[in-house]
């Protein structure tokens, strides 16, 4: 019977069990001893009858007590995995069927308490154009009090700006929410909001908000260290080592990997299981913290980059990337357009893979879960040298293993036209710089669009338009003019996708039918944007929302471009405002990492081993409790609140800030 008890509020904590006393330590540590099984152990840190748990700290103190015979033992879980937790835990007695296990459970309540206010605000701050509402959650039982908004001046001193009620909103989750507009605050500067006993961080208002600091870790961090068969070097520090340089052996059939992916009873190529599979070893991002390459997160970044690139001409250049040495070197200029390279890159990845397959990859990842559930250099899944199966049977970790990624193939017809979609979005941006590999895009894209049925889906009108945008050939219009039923009945998911053409459609019957849908859909936005206190559609879940937010912001500026009439750009900035620190909850952090002045800083990502993060890298965010309770925990190995992805959820947020800073600074 066990008990979990969450580490990362514990730590310089204390116990008592009956007459054993000690603190909770960030690490696990020693004594151990080898069970009959061969499973190291280590030994209880205290055993016996009663537990009490942080006894000098009244909000956290909880007394567990075994009313049965057998006694209570206090565990470090992360004996056998670093994500372990604290564990309370009895042993059943033998030929027990009958109150097996009893224990009295008491959490020290506090009486007449009351939750403490808090303010969310975007971390980052604000443009002096842009609407300024600041959030403040409360207790139901709480009574409302003025908010304080002050400047903070060069030599420390505070003048006060503003000093009012804030506007009830309502309930929502487990408590009752104000609003404090402050939009008419245009004055460049510092300034601090303060509501009861709590101050916000700092937070400026500012022109030049966005130029710098917000979006550019993401492109000149985050982007590079996952860049996968790459040396990645950041002056004194190198992130990973050339990893994956034996790519990738075809997965054996009849597959269904631990990790999700899943090979049939055949290969679909005419490679066979275990043979190696050439052009998988260049280009691609790992994702996350598994470091596996999988087709839609490598498509997806590089059509978001893709479109950020065609439609704000991002020329940022701060890091080095030589394809042919495979070596990155962070904060280090080299004449080339960051944005432009790490389309590049992906697109080798996706391309290499399609030219050996005939067809997309599903996914490359490692073959044992030894290997995937590495914490560190990715170098060290495998030993770089392709495996040679005339060798006998040598261990994982030693040179010669069998430990090359396996490469799973799929029919998956929606998967491969949205692939296909964005390969025909890198197009238009990457000719010029690279055309043998844009000529490769192209071909490809047109390949997949002949092979598969044209019955209406969300990927063949997404292909079409990409295709129609790119080589401006009426065939793709035609198709989309004659699927407007398909268009009516999923106007929320693919709308968007056909604003981006709206300007290059000379039909006006089929643009004003796309402005009546949209008419339409931004009565819904509307109505579900009232739900919540932070101006977006949000639906709490068990996962965190700040990827859907931040997809719906980027959804958003292209209905808004198209249908400015019916879609304010303000749905846009309540996303970006959401990610950067506007959501429920206790924790404040802007879910971007090194963005703003409190940021998840404790990410599952590369480096959640060292309990860090990867600056520029986009959490997941704040997670629901069920049923009210939001909660976004500093801890890096919990992936539904702090995972790092690739994907929409790296190049949405990238999208969102760019486009705030061009909407803001438009009219000027």
């Excluded at 599979?277 to 691609?284: A, I, M, S, T």
């Excluded at 405002?577 to 959501?583: A, E, I, R, S």
Aim: with cysteine; hydrophobic share 35%; net charge negative.
């Amino acid at each position: 019977m066990n008990i979990e008890l969450f580490p990362g509020i514990l730590f310089g904590k204390t116990y008592y069990l009956d007459e054993e006393f000690g603190t909770f330590n960030r690490q696990a540590n020693g004594p151990g001893k080898i069970s009959e099984e061969g499973i190291s152990h280590l030994q209880p840190l205290a055993s016996g009858k009663k537990l009490n748990i942080a006894p000098e700290t009244s909000e956290q103190h909880i007394t567990i007590e075994n009313l049965g015979t057998s006694n209570l033992e206090l565990l470090d879980g992360r004996e056998l995995h670093n994500n372990g937790w604290f564990i309370v835990r009895s042993l059943v007695p033998a030929n027990k069927t009958k109150n097996a296990i009893e224990w009295l459970v008491t959490p020290q309540a506090l009486p007449n308490y009351k939750y403490d206010p808090i303010v969310q605000i975007s971390q980052v701050g604000y443009h002096p154009n842009q609407e300024k509402i600041a959030v403040i959650e409360t207790d139901p039982k709480d009574s409302i009090q003025p908010i304080i908004l002050e400047k903070i001046n060069p030599d420390g001193s505070h003048t006060l700006v503003e000093k009012k009620l804030p506007k009830k909103w309502g309930s929502f989750l487990r408590y009752i929410y104000y609003q404090y507009d402050f939009s008419n605050v245009k004055e460049e500067g510092i300034y601090q909001l303060k509501y009861r006993n709590f101050n916000t961080n700092p937070f400026q208002i500012s022109q030049k908000i966005f130029d710098r600091n917000v979006w550019q870790p993401t492109l000149e961090y985050f982007l590079p260290e996952q860049m996968c068969h790459m040396r990645v070097n950041d002056r004194y520090k190198v992130w990973h080592g050339r990893c994956h340089l034996d790519d990738a052996r075809m997965a054996p059939i009849n597959t269904n990997h631990f990790d999700g992916y899943l090979q049939g009873t055949s290969s679909l190529t005419h490679f066979k299981s275990g043979e190696h599979v050439p052009q998988l070893n260049q280009g691609g991002w790992h994702d996350a913290g598994d470091y596996d390459l999988r087709i839609e997160s490598q498509a997806e970044t590089v059509q978001g980059l893709s479109r950020i690139y065609e439609l704000f001409k991002i020329d940022y250049d701060n890091t080095l990337i030589n394809q042919h040495s495979k070596t990155v070197e962070l904060l280090t200029p080299d004449g080339k357009p960051d944005i432009l390279q790490q389309i590049e890159h992906g697109l080798l990845s996706i391309i290499g893979g399609y030219n050996s397959l005939d067809q997309f990859y599903r996914g490359i990842i490692v073959p044992t879960k030894r290997q995937y559930v590495l914490l560190g250099d990715a170098v060290n899944h495998s030993d770089n040298i392709v495996y040679n199966d005339s060798v006998a049977d040598i261990p994982i970790g030693q040179q010669g293993a069998s430990d090359d990624r396996w490469v799973f193939t799929e029919e998956n017809p929606e998967r491969a036209l949205q692939a296909a979609a964005a390969l025909a979005t890198s197009v238009r941006v990457l000719k010029d710089y690279n055309d043998t590999l844009a000529n490769a895009a192209l071909s490809i894209s047109e390949k997949e669009w002949k092979k598969y049925s044209k019955k209406p889906s969300l990927g063949r009108i997404e292909l079409a338009t990409e295709l129609f945008n790119t080589t401006k050939n009426s065939k793709y219009l035609v198709y989309l003019i004659q699927q407007q039923e398909f268009i009516q009945n999923n106007f929320q998911a693919i709308g968007w996708i056909i604003a981006s053409i709206i300007d290059e459609i000379p039909d006006e019957k089929f643009k004003n039918f796309l402005s009546k849908q949209a008419e339409f859909y931004a009565v819904q936005v509307k109505k579900e944007g009232t739900k919540t206190p932070y101006g977006v559609p949000y639906e709490p879940n068990i996962w965190g929302a700040g990827w859907g937010i931040q997809n719906f912001g980027m959804k958003q500026y292209f209905l808004h471009t198209a249908f400015p009439q019916y879609f304010p750009k303000e749905y846009i900035l309540n996303a970006l405002n959401f990610v950067l620190g506007t959501h429920p909850g206790v924790n404040t952090s802007s879910f971007v990492s090194g963005v703003g002045t409190r940021s998840v800083t404790q990410a599952y990502g590369p480096t959640r081993g060292e309990r860090s993060y990867v600056p520029g890298g986009i959490a997941s965010g704040t997670a629901l409790i069920r049923p009210d309770f939001p909660e976004l925990l500093e801890w890096p190995y919990l992936w539904q609140q702090t995972e790092y992805v690739l994907g929409g959820g790296t190049t949405d947020y990238l999208l969102l800030v760019i486009a705030a800073k061009h909407l803001l600074n438009k009219n000027q």
